[in-house]
């Protein structure tokens, strides 16, 4: 009985013992990975409602969520998390953590032609957006075809957020991907995912300007995938210089 006792307070003053080591872990908060990217918090009992997920009352193991404050079961929402880095609320849609596509190696420059006009943009230049593909093999083992491909936005401050804003896409390598080709039905070919302008004129139908809608449509697009500008530099960083240059390489 003493030697219980002993061995009891030892565990409770030495904590580098087995046993205290393995009621640490026990301890450890569950769900570690949900709350590093969703930054959620422990909730109390939600009386009356339900999770969004399950549709069961929310009367145990709540969580809300950092950003839009919905509350969920936890469990609910690892599962839904499972291995990804990002999880999107299923109520309101905002995004946590980053979205990261499957883009295939490329690269993407862009300068400003300040001689070069946007129709319906008579007294400001136009950025120059090119993109490189090359041909490859996809993990699976699939060969694709490669492709080249130029955009263009007007200067403007609009046009200027929304160049930063295809920079970032082009990081998170959700701009591209390999598919069939919407235009000409050829598989296994690089395809847009983001839609661009690739005309100075002609209008919507031509894929150019003037198009009123164009910058409102292309940033909900983007923010669908978790792309928006988070600080007032990241656009004043993009187009210093007048010129840009990514590469994205396997």
């Known amino acids: 009985m003493e030697q219980s006792k002993k061995r009891k307070l030892s565990e409770i003053t030495n904590p580098t013992s087995e046993s205290h080591q393995t009621k640490r872990l026990q301890t450890k908060p569950v769900g570690s990975r949900l709350q590093e990217i969703t ?14 997920i ?23 929402l690892e599962a839904q998390l499972g291995e990804s880095d990002w999880l999107k609320c299923c109520v309101c849609q905002i995004i946590y953590g980053v979205i990261k596509g499957d883009m295939p190696p490329g690269e993407m420059k862009w300068r400003l032609l300040p001689a070069l006009r946007c129709e319906g943009y008579p007294d400001i230049g136009v950025w120059d957006v090119f993109y490189n593909f090359w041909d490859g093999t996809l993990k699976s ?22 160049l930063a804003l295809l920079v970032k896409a082009f990081e998170r390598r959700i701009t591209f991907s390999v598919g069939t080709s919407v235009t000409t039905g050829q598989k296994n ?30 940033q909900e697009e983007l923010a669908q995938r978790g792309v928006v500008i988070e600080s007032e530099d990241e656009v004043s960083k993009t187009i210093t210089n007048s010129v840009g240059h990514r590469y994205f390489l396997i």
Request: proline content about 4%.
């Open 141 to 162: 083992g699939v060969k694709y075809k490669g492709t080249k491909r130029r955009a263009y936005l007007p200067d403007c401050e609009e046009g200027k957020k929304v």
């Open 39 to 52: 930054n959620c918090l422990q909730a109390d009992k939600q009386e009356g409602e339900s999770c969004p």
């Open 54 to 76: 399950c549709l069961c009352d929310l009367d145990t193991d709540v969580v809300q969520l950092g950003k839009c404050k919905h509350c969920f079961h936890r469990d609910c």
């Open 189 to 218: 070919v690089v395809v847009w995912n983001i839609h661009h302008k690739t005309s100075l004129d002609g209008g919507p139908s031509n894929y150019g300007y003037p198009d009123e809608e164009y910058f409102k449509r292309v």
